[in-house]
């Protein structure tokens, strides 16, 4: 007997076979490595310039080189798929977000660290800002996790926000922390890189289509 | 036809790792859509190469549609 056919759930594969292939991992975890090293000279430098315009270099770079991967790689081993208005949108308020989110937390510590502890509830981020930034990481990842179906992003979420508290309670420099676990998700990006390219081999198209 | 409904378009090589099919049976299922008008195929360029695009058509489209109706309209009919 026909059944009716999950249109969500074959929306959902669709949508997940173009995030399998890692590059998703890759690029957000050399935008947190970026962002760490970012913050890492601006504090060894004192307010380099190359420090204070990392966050800005990174985007202006990833996003291009995220999408050439994405047709180099991907596309030609798994196939191209149109998603239209609603599915380009998911990945673009993904990068949005993420970017947004790594913005708005320099900003915010840049701004907090030249107040000078005029305002209380800024003292109180710079105070606790590892478990700020800890929580609002699980929070961002979890949305997006959800949002995305990709259930990785949820272990990226807890990973950091164990780190952070573990960071702020032991005392480890928040720096160390953002670099180590950009490098863990580069990591695992790289790992299911090989994996999909294990998976998918080159294939010509002339053999496929015919 | 629920695999190119979800999306906008598509091409040959990702209906074919997406549905499982052989080649030959995906080629023969995606002629017989073209011959009802349900399936449009288009010849495009991306990156400077040749690459053919399925979409469903409209009529393709309000097809499957009337079809999710049917099935749905069959299931609620059946005893318990």
């Known amino acids: 007997m026909s059944k009716e056919p999950n249109l969500k759930e074959i929306e ?4 997940m076979s173009y995030h399998q292939d890692g590059l998703l991992d890759i690029f957000a975890g050399l935008y947190v490595l970026g962002f760490g ?19 800005a270099i990174l985007i202006a770079t990833v996003l291009p080189i995220w999408i050439v991967a994405k047709r180099k790689i ?90 952070l508290v573990i960071g702020h309670f032991v005392g480890i420099f928040f720096v160390y922390i953002l670099m180590a676990l950009g490098t863990t998700v580069m990591v695992t990006g790289v790992a299911l890189l090989i994996g999909f390219v294990r998976k998918y081999p080159l294939k010509g198209d002339k053999a496929i289509a015919k | 036809m629920a695999q190119l409904y979800v999306v906008q378009s598509a091409d040959f090589l990702f209906l074919q790792r997406q549905t499982q099919m052989t080649p030959g049976n995906l080629s023969a299922h995606l002629s017989k859509l073209e011959d009802a008008g349900y399936v449009e195929i288009t010849k495009e360029f991306i990156d400077r190469k040749p690459h053919t695009a399925l979409a469903l058509t409209k009529k393709g489209r309000d097809a499957f549609k009337q079809y999710r109706r049917d099935i749905k309209q069959i299931a609620e009919r059946l005893p318990e």
């Not at chain 1, 090293?37 to 966050?55: K, N």
């Open chain 1, 12 to 15: 959902r594969r669709a949508y």
């Open chain 1, 37 to 55: 090293l970012g913050i890492f000279i601006d504090i060894v430098w004192e307010s380099s310039p190359i420090g204070l315009s990392m966050p």
């Open chain 1, 74 to 163: 991907t596309m030609p081993r798994i196939g191209y798929v149109n998603f239209g208005i609603r599915g380009s949108n998911k990945i673009f308020a993904l990068f949005l977000g993420l970017m947004a989110a790594g913005l708005g937390v320099f900003f915010a510590f840049t701004f907090a660290a030249y107040q000078g502890g005029s305002r209380q509830w800024l003292d109180l981020i710079v105070q606790n800002g590892m478990l700020v930034v800890g929580f609002g990481t699980l929070a961002v990842c979890t949305l997006f996790g959800y949002s995305m179906g990709l259930k990785r992003l949820y272990a990226y979420g807890l990973l950091a926000v164990i780190a």
